[in-house]
């Protein structure tokens, strides 16, 4: 191939250097673009082919000129080639020495093609390359790998990551960058056990995404670190005494095995037997751990976790049974003849200290163990004259600066009834100070207590005596905290006995003591307790006597209203017996005690507790109204699920809380409708009669269809009423009905929703049309009653004359409701005006002799299928429409056109009429 490597981007071959023109723009095109074809093709390329498009895309740059950019084909031709020589990065990116070429050609920096080469890929694999060489060096190291070299290879971890989040490897690359990882995680012993490693994470602060540097080491590393710890243990156990590497190593191993677990969500039950095992073996080194300063240093300079309780074992506290019996025979000791050594009494309080640290912290020691400990002291306080005798003590304790404890005041020179009186008003003060003091601070000040009694006070300046006075007071201030729970009692027999003195026997009193007059505010707070009781009383007793008001068919209270009354009764017997009573107050006492509740508040807690009891009392009795209607909610719940009788319970229950007319109306309306589907229409008519005193516009449409059912059923439901008493009487109550729900003020109507009304439209306008159907006589249909009832609110008249009148004007108010339900939410009735239009439709075209025939089932059939198939559907709509359906309805219409017929062809015989008039008149009959 001849390439023109000698062309050098300051040359033109143009006649006029410098300025580009289109001809010369054009050929450097084809030559770009014939170069990167080239490129493209070549799998491999060679070097000349790359510096063949890269010389001819310096030629594109140089040839380019203001005439030539405005040419919008040729740039668009550029950008295209610009964009596929881009795409052929990775084939340039294998050549490192185009850098060489680019300084000898002087290539201006602006020309970005030359820098392709320095892309992305060229950058992963020279950071997977320094990765793998940093692996590759910790191989050499078969024991212990420098921290140098593993640093190494995580901080080339950290250069891949970086490149890796910039562009996405190839297949071939994830696969090695797999391997190398897994090489990395073999390291993680070397990793886990390197404290070093762990102050340069500190320091470079790497993202938390970086697993390589909090290694989460998968399952066989955990079993190397196990048997790494056990391999330390077991030197450090055949090393006795042990040395502190061997120490450190056994500690370090543990911190592996703990960094190891965090890799494991799931650990085998195997390992964990294995490592409790191997702790336990850890903790019987306790004390060679402890006795060792330089492993204490270590771990200040380690920043270890408080979590590693292993590293704690350089610290630790005696155990309470141990420092007891150090004590034990440090006392024993200083009590043999002759005279103590000032050793022997530095032991002595030394391993009282020891005692202290083993306890605090802890919970209430056991009743044995702390009559030991109170035991010694007393045996330690009898040595009282000889530790202060000795001056050395005086030196040691300046020396060693321990806490200001009773027991290091021994060696003070002062009078026995002033170091009492000092570690006296000292704890006082403590418990004082605390808020919730633990049990230890309680103690310390009955037994600072009980050796100021101890000491001869015979001899006491009279500002002891006052003192001792003043703390007294003080003390009997603390006896809620003293007396909280049982502890007091506990300690008495445990410790003293029956016999013990009057601060432990300590109580909290309600209002006040033998020692402690009562104040006038105390009375008045117990006053004002008695009264709310009274008062809470009372409205008990009206509650009460709601609760069981007899009610018919009902028990006079359920488990609900007996619950109740029980929590009321023993709220009230209570508050009265915590209030009058001293054993009621003893445990209002233990109750105050419980909740730390200071010494003044006895009696106001007794107020407050009074309080609650007459609230929860009127609460009660006043929300009686809101009970009565929880109950007829459930009621209306259980109708809707067909429980009638479980509803009808609940209506009674109702009852007894409803205190306005309204209310009762309003239940007496939903205890008739239950009546109703019962069958039970003399006790739904009583209940509707109910409702006419408040004046309830349904009750007074239910009573009317009430005496409308009563008189259908006495005719089996498709005879004609006789009883024109009824007639009227229904046709009053659905008049006035009518009447109200046209006349309804503002007031009242704003208190009624457009769907509550249109329903009621719907109501009166269906038993209109009742009232209409009982006084048809299907026998004779066309002959109105002598007694016709009519409606106020007149329809329009019969456009049909084969229709009978009563019939159309039934037919009319079912129309009229059904428009009614149209413009309802789905009801739970099926549709029954819908239903009661379809069957007077029915009764329309069996009365005019048709017989229409129906592809499927006629539409009155299935809208008494839909009607019984609800839940709580109506018995008597039901049987109305079945019975209508069901009986023989007579075509009368067509007998009566029949009669009319043969009535006029004999009145034609007769006359004969002309032969025009009879062709007139049998058109006439034609079209009629």
């Known amino acids: 191939m001849d390439m023109k490597l000698n062309f050098h981007p300051g040359q033109h071959t143009s006649e006029n250097p410098g300025v580009g023109t289109k001809v010369d723009f054009e050929r450097s095109l084809k030559r770009y673009a014939k170069a990167l074809s080239n490129l493209e093709k070549a ?20 040839d380019r000129t203001s005439e030539v950019e405005s040419k919008g084909n040729a740039i668009a031709k550029l950008i295209e080639l610009d964009l596929r020589l881009k795409a052929q990065s990775d084939k340039l990116a294998e050549y490192e020495n185009l850098a060489e070429w680019k300084e000898n050609l002087n290539i201006p920096a602006a020309h ?4 392709l080469n320095n892309a992305q890929t060229s950058l992963l694999k020279q950071a997977l390359n320094a990765y793998q060489h940093a ?3 910790t191989k050499q190291y078969p024991e212990r790998i420098p921290t140098e070299k593993l640093l190494d290879v995580l901080l080339s971890r950290d250069r891949l990551e970086e490149v890796l989040n910039e562009q996405k490897p190839e297949r071939s690359k994830i696969a090695e960058i797999i391997t190398l990882d897994e090489q990395l995680k073999a390291l993680g012993v070397a990793l886990t056990r390197d404290r070093r490693l762990e102050d340069w994470k500190h320091h470079l602060k790497p993202p938390n995404s970086s697993w390589w540097w909090d290694f989460t080491n998968p399952l066989p590393l955990l079993r190397q670190t196990i048997e790494q710890y056990e391999k330390a243990i077991a030197t450090v156990e055949s090393n006795q005494p042990p040395e502190c590497p061997q120490l450190l190593e056994m500690l370090q191993a543990r911190d592996a095995v703990e960094k190891a677990k965090k890799g494991n969500s799931v650990l085998p039950i195997e390992d964990i037997v294995t490592i409790i095992r191997l702790d336990n073996r850890l903790k019987k080194q306790a004390n060679a751990i402890a006795v060792s300063k330089m492993l204490t240093e270590w771990k200040q300079g380690l920043e270890i976790p408080s979590s590693y309780w292993w590293w704690e074992l350089t610290d630790p506290k005696p155990l309470p049974n141990q420092a007891i019996d150090r004590y034990e025979k440090a006392l024993v000791k200083l009590e043999e003849p002759p005279q103590p050594s000032s050793a022997e009494l530095l032991e002595v309080l ?14 209430q020691p056991p009743m044995e163990r702390l009559a030991k400990i109170i035991a010694l002291d007393d045996r330690l306080r009898k040595q009282a004259k000889v530790i202060a005798d000795d001056n050395l003590l005086d030196e040691w304790k300046a020396s060693l600066k321990p806490a200001d404890n009773w027991w290091w005041r021994l060696t003070d020179e002062r009078s026995p009834i002033e170091q009492a009186l000092e570690r006296y008003e000292k704890a006082l003060i403590a418990l004082e100070e605390t808020r919730n003091p633990a049990w230890d601070l309680v103690l310390e000040v009955l037994l600072a207590r009980d050796e100021v009694e101890e000491v001869d006070k015979t001899s006491a300046p009279e500002k002891s005596v006052r003192q001792i006075v003043e703390l007294d007071r003080r003390l009997k201030k603390q006896r809620f905290v003293i007396a909280r729970g049982n502890q007091l009692a506990a300690w008495r027999n445990s410790l003293k006995g029956e016999d013990a ?22 009375w008045v707070w117990t006053a004002a307790a008695v009264g709310f009781l009274g008062a809470a009383a009372a409205f008990m007793t009206t509650t009460t006597q709601t609760f069981f008001q007899q009610v018919e068919g ?4 359920d488990a609900l209203q007996n619950g109740a009354l029980i929590a009321q009764g023993a709220a009230l017997l209570a508050g009265a017996g915590g209030a009058l009573t001293k054993n009621g107050q003893k445990t209002i006492e233990n109750v105050l005690a419980s909740l730390r509740l200071p010494p003044q508040w006895n009696s106001r807690a007794a107020f407050g507790f009074s309080c609650l009891v007459f609230l929860g009392a009127y609460s009660i009795n006043d929300n009686l109204p809101k009970l009565g209607k929880w109950y007829q909610y459930r009621g209306n719940h259980l109708v809707r699920q067909g429980e009638l009788l479980q509803a009808l319970e609940n209506y009674r229950q109702a009852s007894k809380f409803l205190e306005t007319a309204e209310a009762e109306a309003e239940l007496s309306l939903a205890v008739g409708k239950v009546y109703e589907q019962l069958g039970q229409l003399d006790k739904a008519q009583i209940e509707y009669e109910k409702g006419l005193e408040a004046e309830n516009t349904e009750s007074i449409i239910r009573l009317g269809r009430v005496i409308l059912l009563q008189g259908l059923q006495q005719v089996n439901w498709t005879g004609k009423m006789e009883s024109v008493e009824q007639l009227r009487q229904a046709e009053i109550y659905l008049e006035l009905a009518w009447n109200r729900l046209r006349t309804l003020g503002e007031n009242e109507a704003n208190q009624i929703s457009v769907p509550a009304q249109r329903q009621l439209l719907k109501e009166v306008s269906l038993n209109y049309g009742l009232l209409y159907w009982a006084q048809v006589d299907f026998e004779s249909p066309y002959e109105e009653p002598e007694n016709l009832l009519i409606q106020s609110e007149q329809a329009s008249e019969n456009p049909d004359p084969r229709v009978p009148y009563l019939v159309f004007r039934a037919y009319e108010s079912f129309r009229r409701a059904a428009q009614y339900e149209e413009n309802l939410p789905a009801t739970a009735d099926g549709g029954k005006a819908k239903c009661y239009l379809e069957l007077a439709g029915y009764v329309q075209e069996k009365l005019n002799g048709q017989t229409r025939l129906y592809a499927h089932t006629p539409p009155y059939r299935a809208c008494y299928d839909r009607l019984i198939a609800q839940p709580g559907y109506d018995l008597y709509d039901g049987a109305l429409v ?25 009145l034609a015989i007769t006359q004969l009429p002309e032969p025009a008039q009879v062709q007139v008149q049998a058109t ?5």
Request: charged letters at 30%.
């Open 135 to 137: 692996l590759s060096k």
């Open 112 to 115: 970005w093609w030359w820098n």
């Open 882 to 906: 079945w019975h209508t359906i069901n009986s023989d309805i007579p075509a009368i219409k067509a007998e009566i056109n029949e009669s009319e017929e043969q009535e006029n062809e004999d």
């Open 501 to 522: 003195n009057w601060w432990w026997h300590l109580k909290p009193t309600l209002v006040g003591g033998d020692d402690e007059p009562v104040s006038l505010f105390d």
């Open 924 to 928: 006439e009959s034609a079209s009629e």
């Open 43 to 62: 799998l491999e390329p060679a070097l000349e082919e790359i510096l063949e498009v890269f010389l001819a895309r310096d030629e594109v740059e140089r």
């Open 350 to 363: 030394l391993a009282r200290d020891a005692v202290e640290v083993a306890e605090s912290g802890q919970k």
């Open 554 to 557: 009902v028990p006079a209270a």
